[in-house]
């Protein structure tokens, strides 16, 4: 997934504009590899319970986590440098081998 697709998927913007704030999803999961990519955008209509967030990160072994919802991130870009902040967390994370 590249990072102008979580972007708009967290920011709803691949749900018609009549419908976006009334029935789109208000809250996303993000899974970070350790390049930095965007590995899934999972989207909640409410926040997601920690059973859920176990859940999605069980389903992409070896990444990072970050939340988002609806202009959160201003653009891309900002997405993006938010990603790079996060990225000190595989240094302390343990390696998984099946990455």
Not at 78 to 93: A, N, T
């Amino acid at each position: 997934m590249t990072i102008e697709d979580a972007f708009n998927a967290i920011n709803n913007l691949d749900v018609p504009d009549g419908m976006r704030r009334k029935f789109a999803p208000q809250h996303s999961l993000i899974q970070v590899n350790r390049h930095g990519s965007v590995v899934s955008v999972e989207r909640f209509k409410v926040t997601p319970t920690e059973p859920q967030q176990f859940a999605a990160l069980e389903r992409h072994p070896g990444c990072i986590q970050l939340i988002g919802v609806p202009e959160m991130y201003a653009s891309v870009i900002e997405l993006q440098q938010r990603i790079e902040k996060s990225m000190w967390l595989f240094d302390v994370m343990k390696r998984n081998p099946e990455v």
